[in-house]
């Protein structure tokens, strides 16, 4: 396991650069949708604010460099004493406000991404990152998949730890790349090339594979069914062998968007020219209540329908029936998250991961840049 913020002896009065998971949903009026992840990266701070350090926090919004994270800072106001908003993300008035910090000061920084250093991973940048602080912490795990300034480059140059967040991000997902069996592994989404080695590694580790959302229209295509205006891979991915796999499970019936607009639930047999396969049906949830039944352990990366287009009903009976049944569970991805959330249900599974790609990459590869730099820091900077 990589160094976490309670092998540090002393924090009082030390500056930390803590690198927080702060992308979340904003409606188009500014509201947030989901504040999953900031109520995650409170313990974090918490901690760091109680041990006496001056806490420098920052992350990115958005992938447009514009926005800003004064609407963050607001929110962070309510469940966090002493804490101050700078305008910029370095410069002299970071320097300022850094300098006028007593313990267990609060510093948030503005967004990241404001900075063409950051996703260039300019070292130039992430040395003027780092000289803000003393330590550095990174629990951002959902943005370490990621050769980013904050993530990989500001470690060079401090000795870094993991936060709160990451390390349990780091321990709920490493069991998950070695079970307790019967084992289930859902995976949802899109982009089947990306997600094809995930598939074929946990075969060999999991019991059940269920390939769902836009990945199963894929199988679909290859046992010859008809998927009318669905979304499926360009060009063509070859899973034939998959489906001779008796472990790869894939919908029984799916809820189309119909031409006339109209929701209907199909075989895949069934579906029609104009079509388009958006959701998992009754029958496929089904399908998987004995397998959920038996299982000890579950691991859900991605919804089952097109969340963004309103299609929440296959991935909310799939909860209802995890929850119903309680098994041991890690669940990831922001759509899958937002649902579960929004619904009430995120304290019936045993962890909520605030990762999505990098969940993913984690999980195939047992590594990620982020926890990659926090090793080398240590070889590094002896603390």
């Known amino acids: 396991m990589v160094r976490d913020i309670k092998d540090i002896k002393n924090l009082k009065g030390k500056r930390v650069l803590v690198r927080a998971s702060l992308n979340i949903p904003f409606s188009k009026g500014g509201v947030i ?9 409170l313990p974090t701070i918490k901690y760091l604010h109680e041990k006496g350090a001056r806490v420098i926090m920052c992350g990115h919004l958005g992938r447009d460099a514009h926005m800003t994270l004064a609407p963050i800072f607001h929110y962070l106001q309510k469940h966090i004493e002493h804490i101050q908003f700078a305008h910029d993300v370095v410069g002299p008035s970071v320097n300022n406000a850094v300098g006028n910090m007593n313990d267990g000061d609060v510093l948030l920084l503005e967004n990241l991404r404001r900075c063409d250093g950051e996703t260039a991973n300019d070292l130039q940048f992430a040395e003027e990152l780092a000289r803000l602080a003393d330590i550095y912490v990174n629990d951002a795990f959902s943005a370490s998949h ?26 709920e997902l490493q069991y998950a790349r070695n079970p307790e069996h019967p084992a289930l592994f859902i995976l949802g989404g899109a982009k089947f090339e990306t997600k094809q080695p995930l598939v074929e590694k946990f075969l060999t580790i ?5 390939v769902t959302g836009a990945l199963a229209n894929d199988f679909f295509l290859a046992e010859g069914y008809p998927v009318g205006r669905s979304l499926v891979s360009d060009p063509p991915v ?14 029984k ?19 029609e020219v104009g079509d388009m396969i958006n959701d998992s049906g009754p029958e496929t ?3 998987l209540e004995p397998i959920i039944k038996q299982a000890k352990f579950i691991l859900w990366n991605g919804p089952l329908g097109d969340y963004q287009l309103g299609f929440i009903e296959g991935t909310k009976s799939l909860i209802e ?23 009430g249900y995120d304290k019936q599974f045993s962890f909520c991961s605030t990762a999505g790609g990098s969940m993913l990459e984690f999980l195939l590869k047992g590594t990620i840049p982020g926890i990659e730099a926090i090793e080398r820091s240590s070889n590094r900077h002896h603390e």
């Open 33 to 41: 949708l989901d504040d999953f992840r900031l109520q995650k990266a």
């Open 146 to 171: 990621r050769e980013h300034a904050s993530i990989v480059g500001v470690p060079f140059f401090l000795p870094a730890y993991a936060g709160k967040l990451f390390k349990s991000e780091y321990e």
């Open 206 to 210: 999991y019991d059940h594979v269920f």
């Open 238 to 251: 070859n899973v034939k062998h998959l489906l001779k796999n008796s472990k790869v499970l894939i919908p």
């Open 253 to 271: 019936d799916v809820m189309v968007l119909t031409i006339d607009g109209e929701k209907v639930v199909k075989k895949p047999e069934e579906v």
């Open 285 to 287: 949830i089904k399908m």
């Open 321 to 343: 029936l995890i929850s119903r049944t309680n098994p041991d569970s890690v669940v990831g991805g922001g759509d899958t998250m937002s649902l579960i959330t929004k619904f």
